[in-house]
Structures are given as C-alpha cells and as structure tokens.
C-alpha cells in the first residue's frame, strides 16, 4: 500500500514500532523530519529514501520550520506490529510507556482518528 503523511514540526507519523514480516520504504518528498530508527536519530530532507526491512523499530517526526510530506509504501503481509519501550521515541512523543504488541493500547491515548482536511492544507507548498 501507499500513504501520503503531512507531518507538523514535531509531529510523529505514528508510534514507534516494527513489523515482524512486513518491509517499508519511505521518501521524503519536501521538508525536515527526524527518523527514529534502532534507537538512532536520522535528521532527512526532501528525496531522502530510507529503506526499513522487516524487524526495524522506527517512526518519522516532523521537524524544520514547516510541514514534511513523506511518501510511504510497504506490503502487510501480517499484522504482527511490535510497539517497543523507547527513551529516544518517548523524548519525540512518539513512543509507549510499556512494550505491547496491540495498536489499540499502543494508540490509547489519542483521540480517535477522524477524516478530513488538515488545518492549513492550502499552505502546503505543492508546486514550489
């Protein structure tokens, strides 16, 4: 599959985790944005590509003075998801307080997800 992320300066995309049978790739299409990877801080910027096989702890979080698009794209092969305790995640709050292999504990607590347009969405810099 494919997802398209907009990230905010601070901003992670997700929670820090990895996938037991899944691999992902990632490139960063405009913007700064840190990557958390194997407890190492990657600073990126626009054409970054990273490359995670599978078993890679990992997140993104937006960093710079203005949002980040990150295209990515991996292949579930299964949902075997891996939420791992994390200092470095938990300074970008990006990581859980105990090691749990369920999103819903992994995500509790945030609010749910809803659809629609991100605040600012015409300030994107597309054709720049």
Same mark, same amino acid.
């Given at each position: 599959?494919? #997802?398209?992320?907009?990230?905010? =300066? @601070?901003q =992670?995309?997700?929670m820090?985790?990895?996938?037991?049978?899944? #691999?992902?790739? !990632?490139?960063?299409?405009? @913007? +700064?944005?840190?990557l958390?990877?194997? +407890?190492?801080? $990657? $600073?990126?910027? *626009?054409?970054? !590509?990273v490359?995670?096989? =599978?078993?890679?702890?990992?997140? !993104?979080?937006?960093?710079?003075? @203005?949002?980040?698009?990150?295209? /990515? /794209? @991996? %292949? $579930?092969?299964?949902?075997?998801?891996v939420? =791992?305790?994390? #200092?470095?995640?938990? $300074?970008?709050? *990006?990581?859980? +307080? %105990?090691?749990?292999?369920? *999103?819903k504990?992994?995500?509790?607590? &945030?609010?749910e997800?809803?659809?629609?347009?991100? +605040?600012?969405? %015409?300030?994107?810099? &597309?054709?720049?």
């Amino acid at each position: 599959g494919y #997802q398209l992320a907009v990230l905010q =300066p @601070g901003q =992670p995309n997700g929670m820090y985790h990895r996938e037991s049978d899944n #691999q992902e790739d !990632f490139l960063v299409l405009f @913007g +700064e944005c840190l990557l958390l990877v194997e +407890e190492q801080e $990657r $600073r990126l910027q *626009a054409w970054d !590509f990273v490359h995670c096989p =599978p078993d890679t702890d990992h997140i !993104f979080v937006g960093a710079g003075s @203005g949002p980040c698009a990150i295209l /990515m /794209m @991996g %292949a $579930r092969v299964s949902e075997a998801i891996v939420y =791992p305790r994390s #200092q470095l995640a938990l $300074r970008h709050a *990006a990581g859980v +307080e %105990a090691e749990t292999t369920s *999103a819903k504990e992994a995500y509790a607590p &945030f609010p749910e997800w809803t659809p629609g347009r991100p +605040e600012g969405w %015409a300030e994107l810099p &597309f054709g720049s």
